[in-house]
Structures are given as C-alpha cells and as structure tokens.
C-alpha cells in the first residue's frame, strides 16, 4: 500500500499545531521553534522522575537485579514474498519464556548493515501478536472487519517499509495465556497477575510488568548484528499504545514512539509549572494514578521524539483535561523546564474516527517514522529496488575537500599536533552536550564535516544524527594546556555500533581506509603525534572475543605502516563496568594485554561516572574523564625516549 497517496481529508482530520497535513504529506514544527514559556528550568531531573515511576510499577526503589545474558531462541524461519519472520522465544524472567515474532524486510541485511528496529506492542487482542502481524485463523467475515484488522497491523506494514519490526505477546495473551479455554480478556488478565503475586509481589501487571518484558526483548535485540542500536523506535495502538509511551519512558535506548489511542493523559497543569507541586506527587504513591502518571511519561519523553494521536470521538475519553488542553502548557515545560534533556521533538495528531488507527493516522505515523530514521524510505516493499545502508562510515559522511587543506590560521605545521580518533560509539561519543562541551579552546582544533579545520567542539563525530559527547574534545583541551607552544588537530574517524573485523584493512565498509584518509589529509598540515582506539562492546559476545586478540595486533600495526610512524604513540581505552555482555572482561583483558605488549601503547581503565541509562554508552561526564585520562597517559608516552 502506497501510504503517501492517501488523502488526509477523506477521514476528517482535526490537527493540532505542531502538524499540518496538505494533501499527502505533513510537515511538522519542532519543540525548539516554538516561543519559551516563562518557567525556569526545573532542578528535578530524570532520575527521580523514573524511580517514582518505577515505584508505581512496583519495581520499588532499586531495579530489578538481571542475572542472565539475553537468551534468544528461533523457533521457526518463514520466508514470506516481501520479508522473513522468525518466531522466537526468550526468558523475561526466572522460569518464564515470551514469544513474538521478528520480521525482517528482504532482502536479508548484508554483513555488516544495520536497520532501524520498531517496537510493535498488540492492542487489546487473545491472539496478541498475531494481531500486529495480520495472522488470523480464519478470513475477515465482513469488510468493517477486515478494515479493522488492517488498521492494527502495523508490524507488517512497517517491515515492508523496511524497518525490522519486532512483535511481542503481552503477559496473559497468545501463547503466554495461563488458560487455553477462557475467551475473556480480562479473566485472563486476573489470571496472569495472580501468579505475579507470587512470581514478583507488588508489581502491576499492565504497567510495570510489560516495560519489563519489553526491556528483557530489548536486552538480546541490540545485540543482533543487523539492527541499529541508534534508531529504535516503538508504535502501538489502544493498549499498545500504553505499552509505547511506557517503554519510552523507561528505557533510553528507545528513541522515538507512537503513540495511538491509547497512552491516556489526564492532564495536571501543577505538575509542569510548579516544581514543588512535582514533587510532592513524586513523593506520595498514595495519589498516583496511571493516568495522571502519562504526564510523568511524556517529562521522561524529553531530550527525544514522541507522536502523540488522539481522536475527539474516542470512547475512551471520559472528558476530563488531556493532552487537547494541555498542550501548549507541555510544549513549552519540555523546552523550558527540562531543556537540560535536550531537545524534544513533541508532534500531535488529532482524527475523528473513534477508537481506531485510520489509514490517515497510520501513513503520518510511517512517514514520521521515515523522517526520524531517515535512511529508510517508506514505500511499498514491492516498489524497493535496491538495498538501502542505514549507516555511512564516518569519511563518506564528510564532503570530499577538492582544494589543499589549509592550517588554522598562523599555525606552522611542525607545532600542529595531531590526533587520529578510531573506534565505535564510545569514542564516536553518546553523552548529552552541555555547555562546557560547547566552549571552544583557541588552539584545539577538529577536521571537520566539510574536510576543512574548525574549532572543536561537541559533536566532534558525524556517524549518526544522535551523536554526543565522547572523550575526544576533553583529550585535546588537556593536550593543548600541556603544550602551551603547540596546536592540538582532532581526526574524527570513529563509527557507532562497528565490529574490529569491519576495521580490518581490506574489510567491506572500509572503515580503516577511511580514517587512513582523513588522517592523510590532516597530515598536509600537521604531525601525527597519536592514536586514540576505544572499541570492543559490539565483540564482547559469542566467539568474538576469541579472534579479537589477532585483530586488534593487525589493526595497530597497519595504522603505524599506513600513516608512516611505527612508533607513533597509540592510548587504547578500556570498556565501562556497566556493559552486561557477559564476555566483555576476555575483550577488556585483551585490550590490557595488547597495550602491554606492543611498543609505545598503553592502556587506560574506563571512567566510572557512569552510562547514558542503557548500560552501553558513557554519559558525557564518564566521557569527558575518559579523555582526560587517555591525554595523561599520551603524554606520558611521548616522554619517554
């Protein structure tokens, strides 16, 4: 189906202002364009917004300890016409298994591509899954039927528009159904927080224990080497759509959700203007309420991208305040009193078509979707005429610099320093920008997106739109105090979410030659005077880590050969204690040996300051040290004879 021809007049679209449909597309005004409220920002920050939220799940104040690696079984392989689905199994807790279904668009991801991945939550359905993925036993009995199940298969529109779309039963539906006769929702629902009481005493069943099964999906999901950790999304309708915001709300790896019919905000004004009002509610369980909890969902939604799409004929809509009148209120909270999230790509839709997910209302949730994870096109599956890479390597994302490369200004290459920075996301950098990370150094300088010296500042890196602080900018300001007399040159080259084999020279993405290239260009101007390497999460799985050892040995010494230094200083950073991979110690000790072993290399332990909220990623203060680190143990290095 052809979701961009579909006209938004035909089901009588009513929309709000931050998007206006014409004809057959929308276009859509960012949070950050919009005037600032008068609100200060607030000092709660997302922390104790999330643990009161866990509380009210039942999680209590200390999350849920996890003791087991990610565990994924394929069941079954089905190649249908336009894409792959798999069946699968996984544990979501002691003793207990989930289903869902993985569907993959053909052709099959090549080595080494990565596709965006959308979470697809079921509505209110026995059959759970098979709801989002058009299966049913028998044919639709009658047209209003058979429309109804199109506007609730949004995991097979979705993966024939190239997403990989994952389909997960709920607790007490499809096959994690404690009774096979019972026919009523809801007795199945009773059924299933029965055996929670003893399984996990205190937690909800409808909001606490599906954000967990949906995390425990997500644990072995990022680790499938064709999805991309970067561009995550969710969508659902009715009760999917609670399971949508939740798990947006919960998880940061989760970057952009929507949201249909479901998702209920009743609305409290005291809330995003009077921070001690806030709290107060954070602190009294006892007035929580699912509900007015949506208001503490969307604060959570800050700093990322959430479609909101609602219907004036909802019967679900019991006429008290919602996001119709609060609207202008949480637009300009989110970009004033929770600006230090980041910026918050907020969109609302509003249709009058009653509990329902008309095709309207889906075609702007694809095509938003298309313009979040912009590197896939939504069209039909049978229109696709060729594979689509969602990544670039980190020099493709860069113009190619026609004329000679040019010193910063009054900058004599001899005193021009440079620094070649090669690795995945941690060096690349995933940490939130702050203004420090803004504030430029008069003799630290970065080669750029257009191949041309700036001043460095975060982002250095261009390998994906969320890009953030990582250790480089930190490493050069401590470098550039240490050398009064010298200008410091950053090479970014490193590239999220990359295996050392796609570094090896020779290797299909060309990731080795790339970084050669750019670091071959600065050197018209400079002196190579380093290498920074920080890399090994996305090896510390499965047999990796066995033929990491010989690979990373390579690697160092063709970077040496290629850019005409063998001993030119190299600082290999090591990984967070946070990771979960259960063999990201055998990377961690091989990256301690190879550093002991190979001439004018040393190695630097991660920072402890902690992760971004996924377990994967420093957040900007572990970063920031990290640099500061690496820049002691490189001079160090270069002091010696």
């Known amino acids: 189906m052809n979701w961009k021809g579909i006209k938004t007049q035909a089901v009588g679209l009513c ?131 058979a429309a109804k199940r199109e506007a609730r298969q949004y995991a097979l529109d979705l993966v024939r ?15 994690r159904r404690l009774s096979q ?32 099964d949906l995390q425990r999906a997500l644990d072995f999901l990022v680790k499938l080497e064709f999805v991309d950790t970067e561009r995550i999304g969710t969508i659902g309708h009715s009760l999917g759509a609670w399971d949508s915001l939740m798990i947006l709300a919960a998880d940061d790896r989760v970057k ?17 203007e009077n921070e001690q009002a806030l709290r107060d509610y954070l602190g009294d369980p006892k007035q929580q309420q699912l509900n007015v909890n949506a208001n503490l969902m969307f604060m959570l939604a800050a700093g990322r991208s959430l479609f909101y799409i609602w219907s004036t004929e909802d019967a679900y809509d019991r006429g008290g305040p ?45 095509n938003w979707f298309k313009d979040k994870f912009s590197a896939v096109p939504v069209k039909a599956a049978a229109a696709q005429t060729k594979e689509e890479e969602p990544e670039v390597s980190q020099s493709q994302a860069f113009a190619t610099n026609t004329e000679p490369l040019q010193a910063p200004p009054g ?15 941690n060096m690349a950098g995933r940490g939130k920008v702050e203004e420090v990370d803004k504030a430029t150094h008069p003799r630290v300088f970065s080669l750029g997106k257009e191949s041309t010296w700036v001043p460095a500042q975060e ?16 490493f050069g300001k401590a470098m550039a105090d240490a050398n009064p007399n010298a200008t410091i040159g950053l090479i970014p080259a490193a590239v999220g979410g990359t295996l050392i084999e796609w570094w090896q020279p020779g290797a299909e993405r060309h990731l080795f030659e790339d970084a050669v290239k750019r670091a071959k260009l600065a050197q018209t101007t400079g002196v190579l005077k380093g290498i920074l390497w920080q890399q090994g999460e996305s090896d510390s799985y499965g047999d990796r880590p066995g033929h990491y050892r010989e690979r990373l040995l390579n690697l160092l010494g063709a970077f040496r050969r290629e850019l005409g230094d063998p001993n030119v200083p190299i600082i290999i950073g090591g990984l967070g204690d946070f990771l979960k991979a259960t063999k990201y110690k055998e990377v961690e000790t091989i990256l301690k040996t ?48």
């Open 15 to 145: 929309i709000a202002s931050l998007m206006a449909f014409a004809g057959n597309g929308y276009a859509q005004t960012p949070i950050a364009q919009t005037s600032a409220a008068k609100n200060q920002s607030f000092t709660i920050n997302r922390d104790e917004i999330r643990r009161s939220l866990f509380g009210y799940f039942g999680w209590g104040e200390t999350y849920p300890a996890i003791t087991a690696e990610p565990q994924m079984e394929v069941l079954e392989k089905v190649e249908e016409s336009d894409h792959f689905r798999w069946h699968v199994r996984y544990q979501v807790d002691k003793d207990e298994l989930s289903y869902a279904y993985l569907l993959i668009p053909k052709p099959f991801p090549a080595t080494g591509q990565r596709l965006p991945l959308i979470l697809c939550p079921h509505p209110t359905a026995l059959i759970g899954k098979d709801r989002v993925v058009g299966r049913y036993a028998e044919p639709a009995p009658n047209a209003d039927e």
């Open 161 to 175: 528009a190239g997403y990989i779309a994952f389909a997960p039963d709920r607790a007490a539906y499809g096959q």
């Open 181 to 212: 006769t019972e026919n009523d929702v809801r007795k199945q629902m009773a059924l299933y927080q029965e055996q929670l009481k003893t399984q996990r005493p205190g937690w909800r069943l409808t909001a606490g224990k599906n954000v967990w």
């Open 256 to 272: 952009a959700a929507v949201v249909n019919s479901g998702g209920t905000l009743r609305f409290r004004p005291d809330l995003w």
């Open 322 to 366: 919602n996001l119709v009148e609060g609207f202008r209120t949480i637009k300009n909270a989110l970009k004033t009193n929770f600006k230090a999230e980041g910026k918050t790509d907020l969109s609302f839709m509003l249709h009058s078509n009653g509990h329902d997910f008309p095709p309207a209302a889906r075609a702007a949730a694809y």
């Open 411 to 425: 900058v004599k290459k001899d005193n021009f320093h440079l620094y070649l920075l090669v690795g995945q996301s």
């Open 459 to 474: 982002p250095l890196h261009f390998d994906i739109k969320s890009r953030g602080v990582g250790p480089g900018l930190s």
């Open 594 to 641: 190879v550093a002991g072993e190979v001439p004018h290399t040393a190695f630097v332990p991660a920072s402890k300051l902690g992760h971004i909220g996924d377990n994967l990623h420093f957040n900007s203060e572990a970063a920031r040290e990290n640099g500061q680190m690496m820049a002691t143990a490189m001079q160090a290095l270069q002091a010696k004879p």
